[in-house]
């Protein structure tokens, strides 16, 4: 079954620190991995696109990695801001728009 | 640039109740779908479409409907709502570019089911 799992659940770091989101997947066939930030009662937001020849992409103080081999990617967060705090989902495409797998997501609290 | 506008942004219906949830896109992309958000699951994909006149199941259609007049509007009709039904409703849009086309999100439909 296509899944996608991510952890931790939910996170809570001091503004000013790093952290790293975790996201494996047992999608197949594997075309795209999406993150998406979700500040709370709004909609998704992209952050990076990556294909399966891409292994890292950065848009701002994010920065994705994929492992096509292990099916793992992670999300890191640089330098963390009030802002950040939001639901970070990712997203895994398989052949077609109507094959996107969603993780649940994982919760960031960034606390002053 | 509007992007994807979804209305209304909260709706409280009684068992039963029809109503229409109603999304919009001004960017002229092809695609859109329809996902609902529920605690604990990840995004659901309802019903999506390629096209003006073209619609299709995605993974939960029941008690759905939708239909494509027009590239730019994409209603969903809830024929007769039902508790199972409350739920974050999603609109997004993308156009087709290969495997790297961006997904833009409505800011949600809250519904609440009595």
């Known amino acids: 079954k296509n899944q996608v799992e991510q952890s931790p659940q939910s996170l809570i770091i001091l503004e000013g620190k790093n952290c790293t989101l975790q996201?494996?997947?047992?999608?197949?066939?594997?075309?795209?991995l999406r993150w998406y930030k979700q500040d709370t009662g709004r909609g998704p937001v992209s952050l990076t696109i990556?294909?399966?020849?891409?292994n890292t992409k950065s848009n701002g103080r994010y920065t994705a990695t994929l492992d096509a081999d292990t099916k793992q990617s992670s999300l890191h967060i640089t330098a963390s801001q009030l802002s950040d705090s939001a639901s970070y989902i990712c997203?895994?495409?398989?052949?077609?728009?109507?094959?996107?797998?969603f993780g649940t997501g994982t919760r960031l609290l960034v606390s002053p | 640039n509007a992007g994807v506008t979804q209305t209304p942004k909260f709706q409280v219906l009684k068992t039963g109740q029809s109503m229409t949830l109603q999304c919009a896109q001004d960017?002229?992309?092809?695609?859109m779908s329809w996902y609902r958000q529920d605690p604990g699951m990840g995004l659901r994909l309802i019903h999506y479409?390629?096209?003006?006149?073209?619609?299709d199941q995605g993974e939960v259609p029941n008690g759905y409907n939708v239909s494509r007049s027009t590239t730019e509007d994409f209603p969903l009709r809830l024929l007769s709502a039902a508790p199972s039904q409350t739920s974050v409703y999603f609109c997004?849009?993308?156009?087709?570019?290969?495997?790297?086309?961006?997904?833009?999100f409505g800011e949600g439909s809250r519904l609440t089911v009595l």
């Open positions: 997203v895994v495409s398989g052949t077609g728009f109507q094959k996107l797998v």
């Open positions: 960017m002229n992309h092809e695609y």
């Open positions: 990556m294909t399966f020849s891409e």
């Open positions: 996201c494996n997947y047992t999608v197949s066939p594997f075309s795209n």
């Open positions: 479409s390629v096209g003006a006149g073209i619609t």
């Open positions: 997004a849009s993308i156009i087709q570019q290969g495997a790297r086309g961006e997904l833009f």
